[in-house]
């Protein structure tokens, strides 16, 4: 891949002027092989595998920031989906010793998060899988860079809602043993989970990868922002086009340094993930984009169509810029994480119900958002259950990320800092749908599954 001298001084601009990084370079490392019947030298092994290869990333990752000048700025690791490597150390106990070795292992190495303590239940539940979400509280509340999933439905399985009704009283008591809640926001539940997803809480390394892997999901939200603030008068299309060639350049410089980093490694290149990640800082929002095409707040009448053009016009432009797009692709859509989105919230523009519907066209779904400590487990399950849907019915990823915090109700602001960022308590719907969630088995594939 040839990289013009032009490409490389607009890179420079991207960064230097409008927040341009690469947001994550994350390993992911298969662990089927340090399988041990002894689990002291099963968890010395999975030790010994991650803090290996994770100090590798740490530094060779540092080596290109100086090289390029393009910062980098989380260092990451996902493993196997953890109920696959602990079908015969099936006690909750063990699930505990070795979340905490993994979270020495990240830490040692100088890792911000690792992904993958979760499963894939879409059709069922195995005694190990069960097992890993009982403990799930205990984990996300003793470990510091452990991060969750459940994989619970796909358009060919359809939706497991045993599975999710499981999620909802894990979430509260995962919510009362950890501070604030935050236990909560290091757990994500998938329908159609990417095996190749660079992005925490969700990152596993799917079973289809091989040993090793390197992924790469790069950003810039305020690259695009500042071009769609220099075409104020443009119309939709002419706008769209601004918007893929801007993500081209992303995408182009976010290979650049994905495949010489995977290079020096010597490591597989995987994928580019191009979805347009918020963080805190002010000019790094998804929601300020869709404010600058010309909406007064996100949430307003018209945002669901900003969102789609949005959307559209990043994958495009990734497509045209790289034969590795990969992940999620697209754009989040995150509350804490998203100074603009917050202040929506705060505004009254943005509501709970609002903000499922631009996930219809988003590429990941309900993220980040606080609710009610006292919201029944059964209303955390529906709220799960109609995000899902939509992914199972639309064949899309889709997820929910919900953090239910004792003792605040609607209104309230949950300060996590760094970047989890500040969490809005949303109104949820007072009416119940625990009857329906109680009726349980399994939502059935869409007849779009029915492609053979």
Do not use: W
Request: proline share 4%.
């Amino acid at each position: 891949m040839t990289i013009t001298v032009e490409e490389v001084f607009e890179t420079a601009r991207m960064t230097l002027y409008h927040n341009f990084d690469i947001r994550t370079t994350t390993l992911g490392i298969n662990l089927k092989d340090c399988i041990d019947s002894d689990f002291e030298k099963f968890k010395e092994k999975v030790y010994a595998k991650i803090a290996r290869n994770a100090r590798s990333l740490v530094a060779e990752a540092a080596k290109l920031e100086s090289k390029y000048g393009i910062p980098i700025v989380n260092k990451r690791v996902s493993v196997t989906p953890v109920s696959l490597i602990m079908e015969t150390h099936c006690a909750p106990d063990k699930f505990l010793q070795m979340a905490q070795s993994i979270d020495r292992a990240a830490a040692d190495a100088g890792i911000s998060f690792i992904g993958g303590f979760g499963a894939l239940v879409q059709k069922g539940l195995t005694r190990s899988d069960a097992m890993l979400i009982e403990s799930l509280p205990e984990v996300l509340a003793k470990t510091e860079r452990v991060c969750a999933f459940l994989n619970v439905g796909s358009n060919i399985a359809g939706l497991n809602i045993d599975a999710v009704n499981l999620i909802g009283p894990m979430l509260k008591k995962t919510a009362r043993e950890s501070l604030n809640a935050i236990g909560c926001a290091k757990f994500v539940v998938f329908v159609n989970a990417p095996e190749d997803n660079p992005f925490m809480a969700g990152a596993f390394h799917g079973v289809g990868e091989s040993d090793l892997t390197l992924n790469v999901g790069i950003s810039g939200p305020g690259v695009v922002r500042s071009v769609v603030a220099e075409n104020r008068d443009c119309d939709f299309t002419a706008l769209s086009e601004v918007l893929k060639k801007t993500t081209f350049k992303i995408t182009r410089a976010g290979e650049l340094v994905g495949r010489e980093l995977a290079r020096n490694m010597d490591v597989p290149f995987g994928v580019v993930d191009i979805s347009l990640a918020s963080t805190t800082a002010e000019g790094d929002s998804v929601a300020r984009i869709v404010e600058s095409f010309g909406i007064e707040k996100i949430g307003g009448h018209g945002s669901t169509c900003a969102i789609a053009l949005l959307m559209d016009a990043v994958k495009k432009g990734g497509a045209m810029a790289s034969g590795n797009i990969g992940g999620l692709s697209g754009t989040f859509i995150p509350i804490s994480e998203d100074s603009g989105m917050i202040a929506a919230v705060q505004a009254g523009a943005l509501g709970l119900d609002k903000l499922e519907s631009l996930t219809s066209v988003c590429s990941v779904g309900l993220d980040m958002f606080g609710i009610p400590g006292d919201t029944p487990a059964e209303t955390i399950n529906a709220i799960i259950a109609d995000e899902l849907a939509i992914g199972v019915i639309n064949n899309k990823t889709t997820a929910v990320r919900v953090i239910p915090v004792p003792g605040r109700v609607a209104g309230d602001l949950v300060r996590y800092g760094g970047l989890l960022g500040d969490v809005p308590i949303m109104k949820v719907n007072p009416f119940s749908a625990r009857d329906f969630m109680r009726r349980g088995g399994r939502f059935p594939a869409p007849v779009t599954s029915l492609r053979n």
